[in-house]
């Protein structure tokens, strides 16, 4: 049985000055996660692959809010040739969102994209489960590279508890790839109106108590944000709308 990871997800765009009243609120909860810790500026780029049919009907199936849905991405968090990439499997279902991951060396990207091999050496049995199942949904859905995603993101984590995450992204931008490569830097890359800073306030089970207080003292609302589908939207927005 696959063991994907349950959480969550609340989004809202907001503007910078509720971006900061909120960064306050949570101050006595949360610390910087680890990659944010390494970073002068607190953020760090999370740049990611999609793969999508011919149709794009993953990014047609998130612009008609489906209630179960999936998307397929390879995520990098840098272009150092060493550093491993992760596929990503991301599902919704009735608003519970479902993760599988696995990082892979990068040198084996194409290879698995391409269907030249099916595995990853060294990876535990819980990676190689998230790998095949990568690779079916891909295979069943026809699914192949069609765009890089990259945005900047300012991250905290509970103090007590890391599946709670606080996450602010800025400066979304994309491009058309259909080669099998994630790059975080890519002098091709074009911005996406955003409307402001995607806020995300993410948990497993029960919303603690200081979310919930962020939530009424700013009085924030949902809202549904898809990167995907919004930068698919901007880099080909007749084709979006016609979907």
């Not at 909860?29 to 607190?42: E, I, K, W």
């Not at 199936?61 to 209630?67: P, S, V, Y």
């Not at 508890?161 to 975080?184: G, I, K, N, Q």
């Amino acid at each position: 049985m696959l063991r994907y990871r349950n959480r969550h997800e609340c989004k809202f765009v907001v503007p910078e000055s509720v971006a900061d009243r909120v960064r306050r609120i949570v101050a006595p909860f949360v610390r910087l996660d680890g990659h944010a810790q390494r970073s002068a500026d607190r953020s760090y780029p999370i740049a990611s692959l999609y793969l999508d049919d011919s149709q794009h009907s993953l990014c047609r199936e998130t612009l008609e809010g489906q209630a179960q849905r999936y998307k397929l991405r390879v995520r990098a968090y840098s272009d150092d040739l060493n550093a491993p990439v992760f596929l990503e499997v991301k599902r919704r279902c009735v608003g519970v969102v479902q993760k599988l991951r696995a990082p892979v060396p990068r040198a084996l990207l194409a290879d698995l994209l391409e269907g030249r091999r099916s595995t990853v050496p060294g990876a535990t049995a819980l990676q190689g489960e998230a790998v095949a199942e990568f690779l079916r949904l891909a295979t069943l859905r026809r699914a192949s590279p069609c765009a890089i995603v990259r945005y900047q993101r300012e991250a905290w984590v509970g103090l007590d508890d890391d599946e709670l995450r606080v996450t602010f992204d800025r400066r979304l931008c994309a491009v058309a790839e259909h080669r099998p490569r994630v790059a975080v830097h890519d002098p091709r890359l074009v911005t996406v109106p955003s409307g402001g800073v995607v806020l995300e306030l993410k948990f497993t089970d029960r919303c603690p108590s200081w979310m919930q207080q962020v939530i009424r003292s700013g009085e924030l609302r949902r809202t549904s944000f898809s990167k995907y589908a919004r930068s698919m939207q901007a880099l080909a927005p007749d084709r979006a709308a016609a979907t």
